[in-house]
């Protein structure tokens, strides 16, 4: 598993648990969508939690994978050298706090959360973010048998430890993303409420398409100064890279209420 467990203490335990209480007071699973006020006291919480809180360490040896570059996609033939580690710390139907744990070049590819809002805080290393919005009202064009919908840029950079959370709400803040590892990097997030295939929270993965790869009926609605700060995303299965293992969580225990 990327990251090491370290020796718990006191000030890790409260901070986890602490962490815990609020995401359990304030997403509970009765309650309608929490207030920004609410969720940015979430964020704040989660801006003090670091590896050490959640009993892991940077590795210092880098387990560098294939990633995707040069490579196709699409290919079963061309997985990473080390999968992603998913560790679940907690779930329920309010919400869900997890870990992501990548090797280097490592992707979890462009995909969204329907309905959820998520906060999302990097532990160590670094990651390049690429984040989309639906452009509202929906505009969908299909070309040759591909059905694309159009999505704005609004996030496309490398957050770097240590660093504030992110945030993304349903319809705001880049609520269909795409993670790299630049580094060796961990990543805890916050899913509330969590994906649920019952409530039809379901994830869906999408290719990017410059804009000017579809004729459009909205041409001449984005100036051509502003064409990269949208693409046209089509729905794809779920990639047959994505090269994912469970963890164990290994931090400090959590003490759960009902």
């Not at 744990?101 to 532990?123: A, G, N, Y």
Request: with cysteine; hydrophobic share 30%; proline share 6%.
């Amino acid at each position: 598993m990327t990251g090491e467990q370290l020796p718990s203490s006191n000030s890790s335990s409260s901070s986890i648990q602490g962490l815990y209480e609020l995401c359990n007071q304030t997403f509970k699973r009765s309650a309608s969508s929490p207030p920004s006020q609410a969720i940015q006291k979430v964020s704040s919480v989660l801006d003090t939690i670091t590896s050490t809180d959640v009993g892991l360490k940077e590795n210092e040896e880098d387990d560098r994978g294939h990633g995707i570059f040069g490579f196709n996609v699409f290919s079963r033939a061309n997985r990473w050298a080390q999968p992603i580690t998913y560790i679940d710390v907690h779930e329920c139907d309010g919400f869900t706090m997890c870990i992501f744990c990548f090797p280097t070049s490592s992707v979890i590819p462009l995909h969204d959360h329907p309905e959820m809002t998520v906060l999302s805080k990097v532990l160590y290393g670094s990651l390049h973010v690429k984040a989309y919005d639906w452009v509202k009202p929906t505009r969908i064009e299909k070309t040759n048998g591909t059905k694309v919908r159009l999505a704005k840029l609004v996030v496309d950079k490398v957050v770097t430890a240590p660093c504030n959370t992110s945030i993304l709400y349903p319809n705001t803040g880049g609520n269909l993303h795409c993670f790299t590892a630049i580094t060796p990097c961990a990543v805890l997030d916050i899913l509330a409420p969590p994906y649920s295939e019952a409530a039809g929270r379901i994830c869906t993965y999408y290719h990017d398409y410059p804009y000017s790869s579809f004729s459009t009926r909205c041409d001449g609605e984005v100036g051509d100064n502003k064409e990269e700060e949208y693409a046209w995303l089509a729905e794809i299965e779920t990639p047959a890279d994505l090269y994912m293992r469970s963890g164990r969580y290994t931090g400090p225990a959590i003490h759960y209420s009902d």
